[in-house]
């Protein structure tokens, strides 16, 4: 990522943090006048979203330090951690919002003010709904990971600002009608109807980020493809002389490559293995731009990084 691309990074996580700011302190005051559960949950949300903003910030900044005296390979893994926590927290109080409504709807539902709550389900939605177009356009430009998942949350924060909107107006003109009693119903309902709309994505995402902050591997249609390019590379070193390890982590990916050279191997000096990491280098760089690799040429088996009996 170069300067300008760190830049628009740091200006739209800034604007993202402003936004939440104000989502959050917009949830807290129409959930005091309308008395909704639903948009309390929505508040919530941002504010969530709010406190992961600036812990984004600050990794924003770490991930471009290549090591410290502490961290030697870097944090890069910070960005998976950091997803891990958010998916977690929001986890928690979508449970505890669907316990609340549960209990709710069990006691006879909640008194709304379905109107004042239709006011908040359109402003909220046009601002969701703006941020994520602006949080998109910069993650393009930026080419960054963390403003994709902002971009993301937006989205999906305005789309449920929007099912707010349409439900209560719902409601609001169910008031008059012989379904009146049904309204003190909604509210709980569209809480339990907002969990189950909100979940999948966060779970989804969880089982990547875990994957990453466990150190798995990458999917197997990766690993071949890489496979593919370092052969490709190394000719005429067969395969079975190749020992490949992959990590992704955040918006890296860390490659180590064994090559075991038969004593009569084509190599002749240092800068002949060179030229091979750069052959490596140059084919894999489109699949992955931001890659870290390590190349070991190796006449001894027991350098390979394999456990040895």
Not at 100 to 121: C, E, Q
Not at 134 to 149: D, F, G, N
Not at 186 to 194: A, E, F
Not at 258 to 283: F, K, S
Request: with cysteine; net charge negative.
């Amino acid at each position: 990522m170069n300067k300008t691309q760190e830049k628009i990074e740091s200006r739209a996580l800034r604007a993202s943090a402003w936004g939440y700011l104000f989502m959050a302190l917009l949830g807290g005051l129409f959930f005091y006048l309308a008395r909704s559960e639903a948009i309390l949950l929505d508040g919530i949300y941002s504010f969530i979203s709010l406190l992961m903003t600036f812990l984004a910030q600050r990794v924003s900044l770490l991930v471009h330090t290549p090591y410290t005296d502490s961290f030697h390979f870097g944090f890069a893994h910070f960005e998976p951690l950091l997803n891990v926590v958010r998916i977690l927290l929001i986890l928690a109080i979508t449970g505890f919002a669907t316990v609340s409504a549960i209990v709710a709807l069990l006691s006879g539902g909640r008194a709304l003010n379905a109107d004042t709550a239709v006011i908040y389900g359109l402003v909220a939605a046009a601002g969701c709904l703006a941020m994520a177009w602006r949080q998109r356009r910069a993650s393009r430009q930026a080419t960054s990971p963390i403003l994709a998942v902002d971009a993301h949350n937006w989205l999906i924060d305005g789309v449920l600002s929007s099912g707010v909107a349409v439900t209560f107006f719902a409601a609001y003109l169910l008031r008059s009608s012989a379904y009146a009693d049904w309204i003190a119903y909604v509210d709980p309902l569209l809480v339990i109807v907002m969990v189950a709309l909100l979940l999948p994505t966060p779970l989804k995402s969880l089982g990547e980020n875990l994957r990453e902050v466990l150190m798995q591997a990458p999917s197997p249609e990766m690993q071949a493809e890489i496979r593919q390019k370092i052969v490709q590379a190394v000719e005429p070193v067969a395969e079975e002389q190749l020992y490949i390890r992959m990590l992704p982590v955040g918006r890296f990916l860390y490659l180590q490559v064994h090559i075991l050279l038969p004593a009569d191997a084509p190599l002749q000096g240092i800068e002949e293995c060179d030229r091979v990491r750069e052959r490596i280098h140059e084919g894999l760089k489109e699949l992955h731009p931001r890659l870290t690799l390590d190349v070991v040429f190796t006449a001894d088996e027991r350098w390979l990084g394999l456990e040895m009996a």
